[in-house]
């Protein structure tokens, strides 16, 4: 369940946020309600909510001010809810990175459509941060294990030779040929080995070696997509956000 803090000084607005609404169903749960921004960032250090829903104009300290402590202490997404409509406060809140902008009243099937494009944002970025940890820590995104037997010395191969070859035009078609075995062996063969097809094996792993030329920072996008093995750019990028959760020219920023 993703966890929810929220900042309203009004307690009618608060309280029907956190009680009236269906929160459960979203995959939340309500974890703490601050009525000030100064009690906002205490409940922030002390709770580190996944989501900040803040009012802007509170008492103490506003609904940005809040946002930009807590984000010093803590890592969430912030959507901001407000009746003033002045466009500097909107300015503020995108220098934020806050998520949405919500006017009030605010509508109820509005916020949920913006809690669910948060925490799809969320398991995006969860996504990459895991692909980033395991190529920095020189794994696979997806290890593959195989059982030992003799039946097996293909899809071994198979394995090893993409793994050399990954930049250049590869198939399951062009390895049975060299072989001297059907493709539909030698696909059926990897797919009971490894538990899935050749082409996301071959898709993943590019990928995984696309995210560490993107770190360098010392290639285009275009250019990465070229390395890679991917011939079509559109492929490469719908390839890459498929398994990242993130498109690459998304990534780089």
Not at 132 to 145: A, L, N
Request: aromatic letters at 10%; hydrophobic letters at 35%.
């Amino acid at each position: 369940m993703y966890r929810v803090l929220i900042a309203e000084d009004e307690d009618i607005i608060r309280k029907g946020i956190a009680y009236t609404m269906d929160w459960v169903s979203m995959g939340c749960t309500i974890i703490g309600e601050a009525a000030n921004g100064q009690e906002g960032v205490q409940k922030i250090e002390e709770l580190q909510p996944d989501i900040v829903l803040a009012d802007i104009m509170m008492p103490v300290m506003d609904g940005i001010e809040m946002i930009r402590r807590g984000q010093e202490i803590a890592d969430f997404k912030a959507i901001i809810m407000t009746s003033y409509g002045e466009f500097e406060y909107a300015k503020k809140a995108i220098e934020l990175g806050v998520s949405a902008y919500l006017m009030k009243p605010v509508d109820e099937e509005e916020l949920k459509a913006n809690i669910k494009k948060v925490i799809d944002d969320i398991e995006r970025s969860n996504q990459l941060k895991q692909l980033e940890s395991r190529k920095r820590d020189g794994g696979e995104v997806d290890p593959i294990f195989i059982k030992s037997d003799k039946e097996n010395d293909y899809v071994k191969q198979v394995i090893d030779r993409t793994k050399e070859h990954y930049s250049e035009k590869i198939s399951i078609e062009g390895f049975a040929e060299e072989f001297g075995v059907s493709a539909s062996y030698l696909s059926r063969k990897f797919k009971e080995a490894t538990g899935q097809k050749y082409l996301d094996f071959l898709n993943k792993y590019r990928v995984q070696q696309a995210v560490g030329l993107l770190e360098t920072g010392k290639y285009k996008v275009y250019e990465v997509s070229d390395m890679t093995g991917f011939s079509d750019y559109k492929y490469f990028s719908t390839v890459f956000k498929k398994y990242s959760g993130s498109s690459p020219s998304d990534f780089v920023k």
